[in-house]
Each structure stands twice: as structure tokens, then as C-alpha cells.
């Protein structure tokens, strides 16, 4: 049996002779972001992405963590091509879909990241027509991200149509995930930012987290940040990192994959998708170009 990401490939390929892929129907880009390390970002980011595909959604998850992309680790997959081949022109678009549990396609990132924000204008021309090829066999594409506010995580911040930010109770976590917040909306107010709350004793809890960043949010950036829902903090989470298996795939009944399927359906029921003018892939792309320097 055919799995997606072979389908994915299969589709794209076939799709070589049409002009100007993308400019029809495109998916919907988030980035996931944190304001720290340890949050678990990248294991929302992967069990969010399978949680979408499950609910019958077109999914491509694309590690864009820079230094540390972890994805492939986190899913037990070693990814034989990554980023950096397609940049070097060794392969194209298709060929470095990989497939993950779930039959989730994925883009390891890999070294990769760090040729993409110093490529010549020709190399970036091809970046974006061969991330085009793919945009409208999608719904949504997601970018995790790297920890922190970096000025290339930034850049994909700024440039996508939602910005998913995970945090955690921890008073450390609270402070600079409202911070990253803070910056971003002080140099672009577009942005749309909704909240995760991760590894959450119980719903009061994560609900207190929120309400923390959201009035502070309120009061101080005149910001409306919507609370998307909460990750409990769920012992298998752990044992699914260890056995390098998605929780949601290795621990479906958990209370974490539980929590993770809600929020998908938070996501998906609060704006629906048919009635949201996305920028699409080249929009995402033109803007992220624009803030190059």
C-alpha cells in the first residue's frame, strides 16, 4: 500500500509541466514558536501535525529549528535527505518528503537552515519554486521553529498566516513567551498569535498560565491573544520520547493525546478554514524574502 508521502511525491512529480504551481488554492501556514527551550515545542509542533492529518486534513510538518532540528529523532526516522540536498540541488522537492508515523509527510531541516538565509537570489528563485510545487497538495504546512527569538526565527514568525506559541506554568516560561510576544508585536502588529499551554498540571492550571500572559498582553500591547487549549502534563509524554514514537501514536488513549486532539479541534473550529483568505505559500514566502536582511 501506498503511503502518503510516496503520494505526495508521486503528485508533485506529475505536476512538473504546469505553470506557476502555487498560485491556485494554497495551504495555510503556522509557525510553532516558544519563548525558551524545554517547553516541548517540536512535540506539540509533530503530535498538532498528526492530530490535523487524523481529522482529515492535507499536513506537511517542515523542521525549520535552526542548530537543533529534532523532528526526525522525535518520530524514530532517519531522514535520508534534508533540507540541505535540495538547496545544493542534489535533489528536488519530492524527493526529501519524507514519510513519519502516521504516514505524516515531513521535511527534516538539518544543516540545511543555516544555507537558506544566505543564498543568492537565484538559489532563493529556486527555494521558492520548488516549495511552490507542493502549496496547493496542502492544507496546512507547519513550521517548527527554533527556541527563543532569533533573527531568523523572526523572519518565519512574521511571515506566516498564525504564530502558535508554546509555553509552559513555569515562571521563566510565562516571562519570555509573553516577551517574544511582546517584540514581535511591537515591530509587527499583524501578526496573529494564539496560546498553548504544555506540560499543565490540570486545566486550572493551564487556564491561570493563560490568563496571565493574555491579561498582561491586554493591558500593556492593547492584544486580544485567543487561549487555544493545554497539554497535560502526562508521564506518557516521556515514555513516547524514549521510545522515539509520537505520544499520540504510541499512547492514543493518554490523557496528552487527548488534549492534543482538542486543540486541533480548537484550532480548526475557531476560524474556519473555507472562510480564511490565506496568503498562501508565495505570500509566505514573498514576505519572509522582504525580510531577508
Known amino acids: 500500500m501506498m503511503d502518503q508521502a510516496q503520494s505526495l511525491r508521486q503528485l508533485v512529480s506529475s505536476r512538473d509541466s504546469k505553470p506557476e504551481p502555487g498560485d491556485g488554492p494554497s ?27 487524523a481529522m482529515g486534513r492535507r499536513v506537511l510538518l517542515f523542521d525549520a529549528d535552526i542548530g537543533m532540528a529534532n523532528i526526525d529523532v522525535l518520530m524514530g526516522v532517519t531522514a535520508k535527505y534534508n533540507l540541505y540536498h535540495l538547496l545544493k540541488r542534489e535533489v528536488d522537492i519530492a524527493q526529501i518528503i519524507q514519510n513519519g508515523p502516521g504516514d505524516l509527510p515531513f521535511i527534516a531541516g538539518g544543516s540545511g537552515m543555516d544555507e537558506l538565509f544566505s543564498l543568492s537570489e537565484s538559489d532563493l528563485n529556486y527555494f521558492t519554486s520548488q516549495i511552490a510545487r507542493i502549496a496547493d497538495t496542502m492544507d ?39 516577551a517574544l510576544m511582546k517584540v514581535v508585536h511591537n515591530s509587527h502588529p499583524d501578526v496573529s498569535f494564539k496560546l498553548i499551554v504544555n506540560q499543565a498540571g490540570d486545566e486550572k492550571e493551564a487556564r491561570g498560565t493563560g490568563d496571565k500572559i493574555r491579561m498582561a498582553a491586554s493591558r500593556f500591547l492593547q492584544l486580544d491573544i485567543p487561549f487555544l487549549g493545554f497539554i497535560s502534563s502526562d508521564v506518557h509524554v516521556v515514555q513516547a520520547v524514549k521510545k522515539q514514537v509520537p505520544f499520540s501514536v504510541a499512547f492514543p488513549n493518554s490523557a496528552a493525546a487527548k488534549d492534543v486532539q482538542r486543540l486541533a479541534l480548537n484550532y480548526l473550529s475557531a476560524e474556519p478554514v473555507e472562510a480564511v483568505k490565506v496568503q498562501g505559500i508565495r505570500g509566505f514566502i514573498n514576505k519572509w524574502l522582504k525580510r531577508k536582511q
Open 140 to 178: 496546512f504546512i507547519l513550521f517548527d521553529t527554533g527556541a527563543g527569538l532569533s533573527k531568523e526565527t523572526l523572519k518565519f514568525i512574521t511571515s506566516a498566516d498564525d504564530c502558535l506559541v508554546v509555553t509552559t506554568p513555569e515562571p521563566t516560561a510565562i516571562t519570555d513567551a509573553y
Open 27 to 53: 495551504a495555510r501556514i503556522i509557525t510553532v514558536c516558544s519563548g525558551k527551550g524545554g517547553v516541548g515545542k517540536s512535540n506539540f509542533t509533530l503530535n498538532f501535525a498528526l492530530a490535523l492529518k
